[in-house]
């Protein structure tokens, strides 16, 4: 007989998983990152000359940052259309995906 309140302390729960149910078709850089064979990235320490001969000219070189003072290097990014990569002078320091749809989680557009 007591059915009904018995019922009323899982409605929370459900509703929480009615949300979540909507959140998930977010898809997060990082999985994306994770799915993507890291080969397919330059390797931190390569040169720009060796960046540029393996993967070809990038799409755009974006204006050098840093260098004011000698304890913070030119830090230079090159932008292809799948990944931007990160140099340190003229190594490879980093490289990291772009954003590849609307509806992904991820890192925001390099600032010019």
Request: charged residues 20%; glycine residues 6%.
């Amino acid at each position: 007989m007591n059915r009904p309140f018995r019922v009323l302390p899982l409605l929370p729960l459900l509703a929480l998983l009615a949300i979540a149910g909507t959140a998930s078709a977010e898809v997060l850089l990082i999985e994306r990152a994770q799915a993507q064979h890291a080969s397919t990235l330059p390797a931190r320490g390569m040169r720009m000359a060796d960046v540029e001969a393996r993967f070809g000219a990038p799409t755009q070189r974006l204006d050098p940052r840093g260098g004011q003072k000698r304890q913070w290097p030119t830090i230079n990014r090159w932008v292809y259309p799948a990944f931007t990569v990160y140099f340190e002078r003229d190594r490879v320091v980093d490289a990291v995906l772009n954003q590849a749809a609307s509806n992904e989680v991820g890192p925001k557009p390099a600032i010019r």
